[in-house]
């Protein structure tokens, strides 16, 4: 991935950032934007009061309120803006245990914003307990769609001899997921632009993936998932990964499925792509009502519910 030496230098301040933010002992879990905007909405949090409603809660603050080289740095990553006389962080920081991840401010409106959230969450236990189980080494993986990099960072740091790849059509994704691997000291991870597999080569031993599964009238590349009621993303990568993993090699996609009338769409395509002796794989479901907000908006009308799914398809012959 090619950069100017304005982005260049820019990613440099945003890690410096992070740095300084990791040394002060700043910790933050993100919540869905349901509940983001419930805490914004509440008395005395129209403006920011400390660093954790700065960075994780993205509320407007009076300059003087951070240090000067924490808003030097703000400004040198080009992720401040002006509103009247306060200032507003473009970004947002997040833990996952000890991990420090750069992702996009709420409320991310905009088409290329990086998505972090209680689905990142749930997708590294996922590949968390997969990595405990697995008695085979991983030496190629792939995060699809990476996003902030969660799968990649992950899976880096329980392999560190692995060559792991995260990719993603989104140019500001890859540019978050370089600073946050940077940030957690990860040199095995390499930052490629491509549609899910198309930009890459060869055969992996472990494909992770946590794409977007809704139905979004702005079509952000973080949440629209595409036709068959935001399943369709899920559909092709189950299909791109049966072609590209290796003998023995396991794909994780942790996804969302809308319910319709009892009917899972997503397990039932899994069945019938997965049928045969090739294949071994399990399908759960993690959480029966996610993002229940979502059933008011076009498209949803027959919808019952929205569940969270985890696939783990191992390639056996």
């Not at 933010?21 to 400390?50: I, K, M, S, W």
């Not at 990719?167 to 600073?179: H, S």
């Not at 919808?303 to 969270?308: C, P």
Request: net charge negative; with cysteine; glycine share 8%.
């Amino acid at each position: 991935m090619q950069l100017s030496q304005g982005q260049i230098h820019a990613d440099q301040a945003l890690l410096q950032l992070g740095q300084r933010l990791r040394a002060d002992g700043y910790r933050f879990t993100c919540v869905t934007p349901a509940t983001h905007a419930r805490n914004n909405a509440r008395p005395g949090a129209e403006q920011a009061h400390n660093v954790r409603d700065v960075f994780g809660w993205s509320r407007p603050f009076a300059p003087s309120l951070v240090s000067a080289d924490e808003l030097a740095l703000l400004h040198s990553a080009q992720v401040v803006e002006q509103q009247a006389e306060l200032l507003r962080s473009k970004v947002r920081w997040s833990n996952l245990d000890e991990l420090l991840l750069v992702h996009s401010a709420y409320p991310t409106e905009a088409s290329d914003a990086v998505f972090f959230g209680p689905d990142s969450y749930r997708f590294a236990q996922v590949i968390g307990d997969h990595l405990q189980r697995s008695p085979e080494p991983v030496q190629h993986a792939v995060d699809i769609g990476c996003g902030a990099g969660i799968g990649a960072l992950l899976i880096a740091q329980a392999a560190p001899h692995a060559q792991v790849s995260a990719v993603d059509i989104n140019p500001l994704a890859l540019r978050y997921t370089a600073i946050n691997a940077a940030l957690a000291g990860l040199s095995n991870v390499s930052v490629e632009p491509s549609d899910l597999l198309q930009g890459l080569t060869g055969s992996f031993d472990l494909i992770v993936a946590n794409p977007p599964y809704m139905l979004d009238t702005q079509q952000r590349q973080y949440r629209h998932g595409g036709a068959a009621l935001g399943a369709e993303l899920s559909m092709r990568i189950i299909e791109q990964a049966c072609q590209r993993l290796s003998l023995g090699g396991t794909l994780l996609l942790y996804t969302g499925v809308a319910i319709v009338e009892g009917r899972d769409a997503l397990l039932q395509a899994a069945r019938q792509r997965l049928a045969g002796p090739r294949w071994s794989w399990l399908y759960q479901e993690l959480d029966p009502d996610v993002f229940g907000e979502q059933l008011l908006e076009p498209g949803y009308e027959q919808v019952e519910r929205i569940a969270a799914v985890a696939l783990r398809v191992t390639r056996i012959g």
